[in-house]
T-cell receptor, first 114, second 112 residues
Framework: NAGVTQTPKFQVLKTGQSMTLQCAQD?????MYWYRQDPGMGLRLIYY???????DKGEVPNGYNVSRLNKREFSLRLESAAPSQTSVYFC?????????????FGPGTRLTVT | SQQGEEDPQALSIQEGENATMNCSYK?????LQWYRQNSGRGLVHLIL?????REKHSGRLRVTLDTSKKSSSLLITASRAADTASYFC????????????FGAGTRLFVKA
């Protein structure tokens, strides 16, 4: 089992460019999440998908869109990148959104917007 | 604002010593989880404690929960250099829909 995989690992964008971060899990989990982590801070939830076909906003959704392509894959899109979106992005999955289930994290994507 | 906040922000100890990290939160919770993050990596789940539990053990980890004080502690006994990492608590809310919120973390450095 690969667990949660993310691509790319690193990305540099210019302001205004767009890109899609890909995430896939092979644990047959229903729920998937996108977080961002800024230096010295914890994780902030951008969007989540409780189950295939549903997506919901998290704490910091502005400037992002998501697609739950199927049960395995959950992508995050930046339509017009801004320097404030420079961060490390983590995808995670869990069996369900209830907090009694642990989340499994991918290795992260380090994004720099110049 | 963050639901869970850890302290200290950073902790440096010698190998073999115990490390204690604390987490305080603001509103009633269902569960509290602790995660570890090695530098440049994703978070790894360590332990979950439910609101009706007071203490849990897992190997060298001991977690306590005091719901009256809205606080939890993570104790790592006989620390090793490999325990060097950031540790985060994650809490939820009993009401207001799903939201698991991570604190800013405690950076632990264990000197060999």
């Amino acid at each position: 089992n690969a667990g949660v995989t993310q691509t790319p690992k690193f990305q540099v964008l210019k302001t205004g460019q767009s890109m899609t971060l890909q995430c896939a899990q092979d644990m047959n989990h229903n729920s998937m999440y996108w977080y961002r982590q800024d230096p010295g801070m914890g994780l902030r939830l951008i969007y989540y998908s409780a189950s295939e076909g549903t997506t919901d906003k998290g704490e910091v959704p502005n400037g992002y869109n998501v697609s739950r392509l199927n049960k395995r894959e959950f992508s995050l899109r930046l339509e017009s990148a801004a320097p404030s979106q420079t961060s490390v992005y983590f995808c995670a999955s869990s069996a369900a959104t209830r907090s009694s289930y642990e989340q499994y994290f991918g290795p992260g994507t380090r994004l720099t917007v110049t | 604002s963050q639901q869970g906040e850890e302290d200290p922000q950073a902790l440096s100890i010698q190998e073999g010593e115990n490390a204690t990290m604390n987490c305080s939160y603001k509103t009633s919770i269902n569960n509290l989880q602790w995660y570890r993050q090695n530098s440049g990596r994703g978070l790894v789940h360590l332990i979950l404690i439910r609101s009706n539990e007071r203490e849990k053990h897992s190997g060298r980890l001991r977690v306590t929960l005091d719901t009256s004080k809205k606080s939890s502690s993570l104790l790592i006994t006989a620390s090793r250099a490999a325990d060097t990492a950031s540790y985060f608590c994650a809490t939820d809310r009993k009401t207001g829909g799903f939201k698991t919120i991570f604190g800013a973390g405690t950076r632990l450095f264990v000197k060999a």
